[in-house]
């Protein structure tokens, strides 16, 4: 599938809150000149469904994800408004069951092997670990390639410039969440320069040391 081989090719994903839709298109520019298309845009805000649509409108180019979807309607808004996939903070079977009846890509978190098999009974094998550092870490993940040696995760949740190699250099991880990326305090400040070399520093060390 196109979008999850696109998250795998720049392997993190910055998990974005927006409080002012009006920091959407710098934000869009910030990442794009950082070299990093893709976005997860939290539904954490009133102003992330509109974001979502700004930015799909302007940078058709950007992945756009919506992340922290806890209900259907929430599903079904975030596809409306441009977003190519979802993500959810757990495991949901009412949402999960929404996506795959219509065709849309869900990547939902689990964190525990009871978790796994529901997702596998689904016909799902790529889950959000959520959240990474709380629930083991990268121990917990080598835990899971054992029994669920076909299953990949992408772990979000206390990952940032100091742990990401190591979680990406795991055989099930494709790709890493974090909000370090584009942190919330630099978006409300409008420091897309920072964001712009955050992104340019991460993009910097996988190349480097993968």
Same mark, same amino acid.
């Given at each position: 599938m196109k979008v999850i081989k696109k998250i795998e090719q720049y392997k993190?994903?910055?998990?974005?809150t927006i409080e002012n839709d009006k920091k959407a298109i710098p934000l869009g520019e910030a990442l794009l000149k950082g070299g990093l298309p893709i976005a997860e845009i939290t539904f954490r805000t009133e102003q992330a469904l509109n974001s979502i649509k700004i930015l799909k409108e302007n940078f058709p180019e950007i992945l756009i994800g919506a992340g922290t979807i806890l209900k259907v309607e929430q599903i079904q808004s975030a596809y409306d408004a441009g977003a190519e996939f979802i993500v959810s903070p757990g495991f949901n079977p009412t949402t999960v069951?929404?996506? &795959?009846? +219509?065709?849309?890509?869900?990547i939902? *978190?689990? +964190? +525990?092997?009871?978790?796994?098999?529901?997702? &596998?009974?689904?016909? &799902? +094998? &790529?889950?959000?670990?959520f959240p990474a550092e709380l629930s083991g870490g990268i121990k917990m993940l080598q835990a899971f390639a054992g029994p669920f040696s076909d299953v990949k995760f992408i772990p979000t949740g206390g990952i940032n410039e100091i742990n990401l190699i190591d979680y990406l250099r795991q055989?099930?991880?494709?790709?890493?969440? *974090?909000?370090?990326?584009?942190? $919330?305090?630099?978006?409300?400040? *409008? $420091?897309f320069g920072e964001i712009t070399e955050l992104v340019k520093k991460a993009l910097d060390l996988i190349k480097t040391q993968l």
């Open positions: 993190i994903i910055p998990v974005i069951d929404y996506c &795959l009846k +219509n065709d849309i890509i869900i939902p *978190g689990v +964190n +525990n092997p009871s978790f796994i098999e529901w997702g &596998l009974e689904k016909g &799902l +094998n &790529l889950f959000k670990f055989e099930n991880v494709i790709a890493c969440g *974090g909000s370090w990326l584009v942190k $919330k305090k630099l978006i409300e400040q *409008g $420091k």
